[in-house]
């Protein structure tokens, strides 16, 4: 009997903690940035850095939620967040190369304005879910995005 769906949890996103001297180097950098700004007369400048690094700040010490994912036969349920098949253009869950990389899905959308979308894989059976998906939408080798990439090496 075919499955009519698949569930797993995942955290939202890998949490890496931050040391002290994590934060004595953000803050080494965002100074810099202040006082380059000032230097060169921009104040406006150096006002959207400080706003900025506040933002960062608050969601470098957000921990992540555990979330609820559904794969139907007609859409994946992220949380609240609903991917239709019919707005997805493909999929792709990267092979680990090492144990402790993180399981994910890339979901390629047909939407402009989030055209990838990363989504973790917790504690969901791979080739379960990979042959449940291969059923409803096009399966397409895709690349983790860069933006995904500099921020796990920064430590979000």
């Excluded at 953000?26 to 959207?48: E, K, Q, R, S, W």
């Excluded at 680990?96 to 973790?120: C, G, H």
Aim: glycine residues 6%.
């Amino acid at each position: 009997m075919e499955k009519e769906e698949i569930r797993w949890r995942a955290e939202e996103f890998v949490y890496h903690k931050k040391s002290v001297d994590w934060y004595w180097y953000f803050g080494l950098i965002v100074v810099c940035l202040i006082a380059f700004a000032l230097y060169v007369g921009n104040t406006l400048f150096a006002f959207v850095i400080g706003i900025g690094a506040f933002t960062i700040l608050l969601y470098a010490a957000k921990k992540p939620e555990t979330v609820d994912y559904i794969a139907t036969k007609r859409a994946i349920r992220a949380g609240k967040e609903l991917y239709p098949y019919s707005e997805i253009a493909s999929f792709w869950i990267p092979t680990q190369k090492k144990e402790t990389d993180e399981k994910i899905l890339l979901i390629r959308s047909q939407r402009i304005s989030a055209p990838l979308t990363v989504l973790p894989l917790g504690d969901a059976d791979i080739d379960e879910l990979h042959d449940f998906l291969t059923n409803f939408i096009e399966e397409k080798e895709d690349s983790i995005p860069v933006g995904q990439l500099f921020m796990n090496l920064a430590g979000f």
